[in-house]
C-alpha cells in the first residue's frame, strides 16, 4: 500500500514546490489606455518588458493590462502615484492637472522631427520634466516620443484659418490654446475616446499620434488627415513609467532588470518610431483618405500662434516655465 503512494506524494511534493515558486514571484501591474496584441507600439515596448523581465528570472513578473481594462487612462497617473498601479505607458500631458509642467512635453513645435526627439532625451530639459516625474511619485523606466498630425471629417487641416469652426479634439493645454485662439471649438478627452466622439458629431476633427491614428482606426470616421511630414507641428512624450513605491519595494537584482528592460523598448521604439508615420499614410490612403502635408508657411503661421499662446502662457503660469522652455529650445 505504502509503495503505491509513494509515487503520488513524490509528485504532489513537486507540484507543491513549483507552486511556492511561483507564487514568490513578485508581480507588478502594467496599465495603458492602448490596443493590446494589435501592433500598438507602445503594448509592443509594455510587452517587450515584460518578456525580458521574465527571462531574467529575478522573481518578478509584468501583468500586462491594455486597452483601459485595468484603469482608465486618465486615471493611471493617479493609481500610479498612489502605489495601486505599478507600471503605466503614459501620455505625460495626461496629468498636467497635476502637474502643469508636464504641458512642455505636448508643445507645439518645441520638438521638430524625431531626431532632435533623441536629442532631447538627453537634455537639460528632460532632466527637469523627470524631476517634477520623480517628486510626483514615479520614475521613467523608457523614454518615447510620438509624433502626430491632425484628421478632420470637415476639410483638410493645414493652415490656421482651416480650423476655425471645427469641433476639434486636442491632447493637452499647450495645444488646445493655440487652436483655440486659431478659431476652433475645444473637446478634451483621451484618444481612445475619440473615435466615438467623431462617430456621433461631437468632434469634426482630432490631433493625436500616428500610432493613436492607426490603432484606434479613426480612418473609418475621417476625411482627410494630415501627416507629420517635414514639418510636424504634433510631438507627444509617452514613456513608460513605474511607481516609485513600487520601486523602492524591488531588490537590486529586480530593479537592474526593468532598468535592461527599459532601455531595450526604448531602442525598439526608437528603430520604429518614424516607420510609423509612414504606416499611417498607407493604412489612410488604402482606406480612400486624403493625405496632405504643411508647408512650411503654415508651420511658421501655426508657430506665431503658439508663441503668443502657449508659449507665453507656460511661461507665465507654470513654476520655472520659461526657464523649460529655454532648456527645450537650447537644444538644436
Same mark, same amino acid.
Given at each position: 500500500?505504502?509503495?503505491?503512494? *509513494?509515487?503520488?506524494?513524490?509528485?504532489?511534493?513537486?507540484?507543491?514546490? /513549483?507552486? +511556492?515558486?511561483?507564487?514568490?514571484?513578485?508581480?507588478?501591474? /502594467?496599465?495603458?489606455?492602448?490596443?493590446?496584441?494589435?501592433?500598438?507600439? &507602445?503594448?509592443?515596448?509594455?510587452?517587450?518588458?515584460?518578456?525580458?523581465?521574465?527571462?531574467?528570472?529575478?522573481?518578478?513578473?509584468? @501583468?500586462?493590462?491594455?486597452?483601459?481594462?485595468?484603469?482608465?487612462?486618465?486615471?493611471?497617473?493617479?493609481?500610479?502615484?498612489?502605489?495601486?498601479?505599478?507600471?503605466?505607458?503614459?501620455?505625460?500631458?495626461?496629468?498636467?492637472?497635476?502637474? %502643469?509642467?508636464?504641458?512642455?512635453?505636448?508643445? %507645439?513645435?518645441?520638438?521638430?522631427?524625431?531626431?532632435?526627439?533623441?536629442? *532631447?532625451?538627453?537634455?537639460?530639459?528632460?532632466?527637469?520634466?523627470?524631476?517634477?516625474?520623480?517628486?510626483?511619485?514615479? &520614475?521613467? *523606466?523608457?523614454?518615447?516620443?510620438?509624433?502626430?498630425?491632425?484628421?478632420?471629417?470637415?476639410?483638410?487641416?493645414?493652415?490656421?484659418?482651416?480650423?476655425?469652426?471645427?469641433?476639434?479634439?486636442?491632447?493637452?493645454?499647450?495645444?488646445?490654446?493655440?487652436?483655440?485662439?486659431?478659431?476652433?471649438?475645444?473637446?478634451?478627452?483621451?484618444?481612445?475616446?475619440?473615435?466615438?466622439?467623431? @462617430?456621433?458629431?461631437?468632434?469634426?476633427?482630432?490631433?493625436? +499620434?500616428?500610432? +493613436?491614428?492607426?490603432?484606434?482606426?479613426?480612418?473609418?470616421?475621417?476625411?482627410?488627415?494630415?501627416?507629420?511630414?517635414?514639418?510636424? *507641428?504634433?510631438?507627444?512624450?509617452?514613456?513608460?513609467?513605474?511607481?516609485?513605491?513600487?520601486?523602492?519595494?524591488?531588490?537590486?537584482?529586480?530593479? @537592474?532588470?526593468?532598468?535592461?528592460?527599459?532601455?531595450?523598448?526604448?531602442?525598439?521604439?526608437?528603430?520604429?518610431?518614424?516607420?510609423?508615420?509612414?504606416?499611417?499614410?498607407?493604412?489612410?490612403?488604402?482606406?480612400?483618405?486624403?493625405?496632405?502635408?504643411?508647408?512650411?508657411?503654415?508651420?511658421?503661421?501655426?508657430?506665431?500662434?503658439?508663441?503668443?499662446?502657449?508659449?507665453?502662457?507656460?511661461?507665465?503660469?507654470? %513654476?520655472?516655465?520659461?526657464?523649460?522652455?529655454?532648456? /527645450?529650445?537650447?537644444?538644436?
Amino acid at each position: 500500500m505504502q509503495r503505491h503512494m *509513494l509515487p503520488a506524494i513524490a509528485v504532489l511534493g513537486l507540484a507543491l514546490a /513549483a507552486s +511556492s515558486t511561483a507564487s514568490a514571484n513578485t508581480v507588478l501591474r /502594467a496599465s495603458h489606455q492602448f490596443p493590446g496584441g494589435q501592433g500598438d507600439v &507602445r503594448d509592443e515596448m509594455v510587452q517587450m518588458m515584460a518578456r525580458q523581465v521574465a527571462e531574467a528570472d529575478v522573481g518578478l513578473e509584468i @501583468q500586462v493590462h491594455p486597452g483601459q481594462s485595468l484603469f482608465k487612462a486618465d486615471e493611471q497617473w493617479g493609481a500610479l502615484v498612489r502605489g495601486r498601479l505599478d507600471i503605466t505607458s503614459l501620455p505625460l500631458d495626461y496629468a498636467s492637472g497635476r502637474h %502643469p509642467e508636464f504641458s512642455a512635453t505636448l508643445m %507645439p513645435g518645441l520638438v521638430r522631427n524625431h531626431e532632435h526627439a533623441q536629442r *532631447l532625451n538627453d537634455s537639460e530639459f528632460m532632466e527637469m520634466i523627470k524631476d517634477v516625474i520623480q517628486e510626483g511619485g514615479a &520614475r521613467v *523606466l523608457a523614454d518615447a516620443w510620438l509624433s502626430g498630425g491632425f484628421a478632420s471629417s470637415e476639410q483638410c487641416i493645414t493652415s490656421p484659418d482651416t480650423v476655425q469652426g471645427q469641433n476639434l479634439r486636442a491632447a493637452g493645454p499647450a495645444f488646445e490654446q493655440m487652436l483655440e485662439a486659431a478659431g476652433a471649438s475645444i473637446a478634451s478627452m483621451p484618444s481612445s475616446e475619440v473615435y466615438t466622439a467623431m @462617430q456621433t458629431g461631437v468632434l469634426d476633427a482630432a490631433n493625436t +499620434s500616428s500610432m +493613436s491614428f492607426i490603432s484606434f482606426r479613426l480612418y473609418e470616421q475621417v476625411e482627410c488627415l494630415t501627416e507629420p511630414g517635414d514639418y510636424a *507641428l504634433w510631438f507627444m512624450y509617452e514613456p513608460i513609467l513605474i511607481s516609485e513605491q513600487t520601486w523602492q519595494k524591488l531588490d537590486e537584482q529586480q530593479q @537592474q532588470a526593468l532598468i535592461e528592460a527599459g532601455q531595450a523598448a526604448e531602442e525598439y521604439f526608437a528603430a520604429e518610431a518614424a516607420a510609423i508615420d509612414q504606416e499611417m499614410v498607407t493604412v489612410y490612403e488604402e482606406n480612400g483618405v486624403e493625405v496632405v502635408r504643411m508647408s512650411e508657411e503654415d508651420y511658421n503661421a501655426w508657430l506665431e500662434i503658439a508663441r503668443e499662446t502657449s508659449y507665453k502662457n507656460f511661461a507665465e503660469s507654470v %513654476p520655472n516655465g520659461q526657464a523649460i522652455i529655454d532648456a /527645450a529650445l537650447a537644444v538644436e
